[in-house]
């Protein structure tokens, strides 16, 4: 099954591609995590990755889509696969019809408050990167780590400000692959506003 996986920020897209690449036996293939492993193990599209991002500039879709191109060499894909974080446009999502037949496009739905409410309420450990939520996983003690007894903090990128900037850019950035694949007859929406349970059940059902 070849899925491709759109969401806001804070939608939980990346805790349904963990559940479902278990459930159905394919890889989680995060645009991420590519330019982390390549750049880590100095490949020559990671030294390229690395040159660019070193300079400023935004690394251009032609780089990102030849990545992603090596990755669907290995053997783990041959049953299919999710991609999470590609494509982000519509000459991407053009550049990935050339070498893959998609058989659905999952989007995960949630409005704009529910986002901030999720984002906003996080809270990190410092030192183990262990994550809680004010709200749906709070610490034992208020404001401190469970195991290391230090203090938890926010991260700048889960403060409201920057959500909200990181949602109009995922908005403006989207939206118009939302509509490319809708026309395809390819775009399942997903209510992700639920429990993972049921929002996986309800992802199940609708590629059933």
């Not at 991420?32 to 990755?49: C, M, Q, S």
């Not at 780089?63 to 991407?92: C, S």
């Not at 995922?170 to 509509?179: D, F, K, N, S, W």
Request: charged share 30%; with cysteine; glycine share 6%.
């Amino acid at each position: 099954m070849n899925l491709v996986f759109l969401g806001p920020p804070g939608a939980g897209k990346g805790t349904m591609a963990a559940v479902a690449k278990d459930f159905f036996n394919i890889p989680h293939i995060s645009t991420g995590d590519l330019f982390r492993y390549n750049i880590k193990n100095e490949t020559e599209l990671g030294k390229e990755v690395k040159a660019i991002l070193a300079s400023g500039e935004l690394v251009p879709d032609s780089v990102t889509i030849k990545m992603v191109q090596d990755r669907f060499t290995n053997d783990d894909t041959k049953n299919g696969f999710i991609l999470d974080g590609f494509p982000r446009t519509i000459a991407q999502a053009d550049a990935l019809a050339q070498f893959k037949k998609l058989d659905a496009v999952v989007n995960f739905v949630l409005d704009r408050e529910s986002i901030i409410k999720r984002l906003s309420g996080r809270r990190m450990c410092k030192s183990t990167g262990r994550i809680y939520h004010v709200l749906y996983n709070p610490p034992k003690v208020e404001g401190i780590d469970d195991e290391t007894g230090e203090p938890l903090i926010q991260r700048d990128d889960d403060k409201e400000e920057a959500i909200l900037n990181r949602l109009d850019v995922y908005q403006a950035q989207t939206e118009p692959l939302i509509e490319y694949y809708r026309e395809k007859g390819l775009l399942i929406d997903i209510d992700a506003s639920k429990e993972p349970s049921v929002v996986f059940e309800q992802l199940k059902k609708a590629l059933n």
